[in-house]
């Protein structure tokens, strides 16, 4: 065990260092924390505005980042010396998970700030964000194992984004076209309802059934990670 | 230990090799040197991503297989296309590789190894190819396997890293690692051992390495007759366009004379020369070649049957891909069973 938490932590710390001299990443995750400023700034208050950033933020450094260094270690050759060594499959997909995870945290917490975000029930909030935050670390994972090199992954990455930061406004055309209604069951809408019950002074009681979406969402999806892996892996 | 028995691998209707058998001890070090085709095809079997046809590889008794993590731990690999994290400071690289091994020896202590040191806080995109191939090499210094396997290792690189690998190599084998190269290349096979295979679709061939001092010594036996006789020529030049090719007797199947013209058939193709039969017989006779026909020199270690049509008339059929029969006539049949012992 001892073994695991040491190279899961030689690959975080690595893919730390990489990271931060990759200037295509780095300058890709200030995005969300440049429109949180503005938005800030401009006084922006409704949840839908706050979700809008944090939903971006989602696509672009949890699923961002997951994508381009799994593709890179594809890209470079590398993904074969590391399968290679001791580190087993768990453990290499834990340590990119990880630094994903610790970056998506920080900039979401620094969005929060700069827009003045003040949830009623920050525990609720907190809970659904993580989960969320699961959700696109492996929906990057796809991404990462399906395409072959961070140019790829780059493109990839745009349709997600503007899915799931925009998605939230087809809510708007509800009512014209109800088949849109199926979109309120999207990750990302099932979110932005959560923080509106939420800032309504619902309690756990009002949004478990929302958790409940997300965590199946995120379940479904760790699955489809697994399948895609094994399949990847057989083809080679 | 690295033990291959009875490997063998088919792709479609293709022999890549036959039942091949290698055995190497701790400490040992072999090279096999063949095609890239076939080098591919044997790295994949040695590293899992291909299942064998036949046959099992095994090192320290652990069979080779995907999901066995023990074989891996004992193996190490140095492939030709191995990449390495650019952006990574040399030292940071190396940390990286010894945490990922959990390895006892500091990074300070390969650095020297590998010649580095002065160079530890450049960034590895910042190296020449041949630094960063000593740079992948550290990764199997931290490893410590029982086995290691290294395809092309000084493939372009230069003579600096040449001379260190090759002293890595010997302090692996110090410490009880058996090495296995695996090249296409007969110079750098030689340079880091001389138990030299070479593996092809007949099988795996011991290649007879003679040490350079007995040649030496023989050398300054031979040298007042050699001051006297010249030096002996042996090869058979031919003509394709502007080019002159020149063979080895062994290699020529069979010489044909069409129209005043000599073709030297080696391996299905033909090759116009420029001597007569004639001329060729008096070269070709101390190779063990034969004048079986009027127009017809044949090598006669290439052939494989004798066949009788009428009591006047007889064919020799090759030993190779073609199966060539070749014309042979009434006087030449008498003579040939005389060489062969039969009267």
């Excluded at chain 1, 929060?112 to 670390?137: E, G, H, K, W």
């Excluded at chain 1, 099932?190 to 969402?217: C, K, M, P, T, Y």
């Excluded at chain 2, 010249?230 to 069979?254: A, G, M, R, S, W």
Aim: proline fraction near 3%.
């Amino acid at each position: 065990m001892n073994y695991t938490i040491r190279r899961t932590m030689a690959i975080f710390q690595k893919d730390y260092k990489d990271m931060m001299k990759n200037l295509y990443v780095s300058t890709t995750i200030v995005l969300p924390l440049i429109m949180a400023a503005f938005y800030g700034r401009t006084g922006v208050d409704t949840v839908d505005g706050y979700f809008l950033v944090f939903n971006m933020t989602f696509s672009v450094v949890a699923a961002y980042i997951q994508a381009s260094l799994i593709a890179e270690e594809k890209e470079k050759n590398t993904l074969r010396g590391l399968m290679l060594s001791p580190a087993s499959t768990g453990e290499i997909m834990a340590g990119k998970s990880l630094l994903s995870f610790v970056s998506t945290v920080i900039i979401l917490f620094i969005s929060a700030i700069f827009m003045r975000f003040q949830p009623a029930d920050p525990a609720i909030i907190v809970t659904a964000l993580v989960i969320s935050t699961f959700f696109y670390i492996a929906l990057g994972t796809l991404l990462g194992l399906v395409t072959r090199s961070v140019m790829e992954a780059s493109v990839a990455i745009l349709p997600v984004l503007l899915f799931f930061s925009f998605a939230p406004f087809a809510t708007v055309f509800m009512d014209e076209y109800p088949i849109l209604k199926i979109a309120e069951y999207l990750p990302n809408l099932q979110l932005v309802e959560l923080g509106a019950a939420v800032e309504a002074g619902g309690g756990f009681e009002d949004v478990w059934s929302n958790l409940l979406i997300l965590i199946s969402w995120t379940a479904a999806l760790l699955v489809a990670v697994v399948v895609m892996y094994q399949k990847k892996m057989i083809d080679k | 230990m690295l033990k291959i028995s009875n490997v063998e691998k088919n792709i479609q209707h293709a022999v890549v090799f036959p039942s091949i058998n290698l055995e190497l001890k701790l400490g040992e070090t072999a090279a096999i040197h063949s095609s890239t085709n076939v080098r591919t095809v044997l790295l994949e079997l040695l590293s899992a991503s291909k299942p064998l046809s036949g046959g099992s590889i095994m090192i320290n008794n652990e069979q080779v297989s995907a999901s066995n993590k023990v074989y891996f731990n004992q193996a190490a690999f140095l492939f030709l296309n191995d990449g390495l994290y650019e952006r990574l400071t040399i030292k940071e690289h190396l940390a990286f590789y010894q945490k990922l091994y959990g390895a006892n020896e500091t990074v300070e202590e390969i650095l020297n190894l590998i010649q580095l040191n002065e160079k530890k806080r450049l960034r590895v995109s910042a190296l020449t190819f041949s630094e960063k191939k000593r740079l992948l090499f550290a990764r199997i210094l931290f490893q410590k396997p029982k086995a290691v396997i290294l395809e092309e290792p000084d493939q372009n690189v230069d003579l600096e890293a040449k001379k260190i690998l090759s002293r890595l190599i010997r302090m692996l084998t110090d410490d009880n690692s058996c090495v296995l190269v695996l090249t296409g290349n007969m110079e750098s096979a030689l340079m880091v051992t001389k138990r030299v295979y070479r593996l092809d679709e007949s099988g795996l061939h011991a290649l007879e390495v003679t040490e350079e001092k007995e040649e030496e010594t023989l050398k300054e036996q031979n040298e007042e007759i050699q001051q006297v006789q010249p030096v002996k020529f042996e090869k058979i030049p031919t003509k394709v366009n502007d080019k002159i090719i020149l063979f080895n007797p062994p290699e020529i199947d069979y010489i044909e004379s069409s129209e005043g013209q000599s073709n030297v058939h080696v391996k299905g193709q033909i090759y116009p020369c420029m001597f007569t039969l004639n001329d060729l017989e008096q070269r070709l006779i101390p190779f063990g070649f034969f004048r079986c026909h009027r127009s017809y020199i044949v090598n006669l270690q290439k052939v494989r049957e004798v066949i009788t049509w009428t009591r006047n008339s007889y064919s020799l059929i090759l030993d190779e891909a073609g199966k060539s029969s070749i014309p042979l006539s009434k006087t030449k049949m008498t003579e040939l069973k005389e060489m062969l012992g039969l009267k």
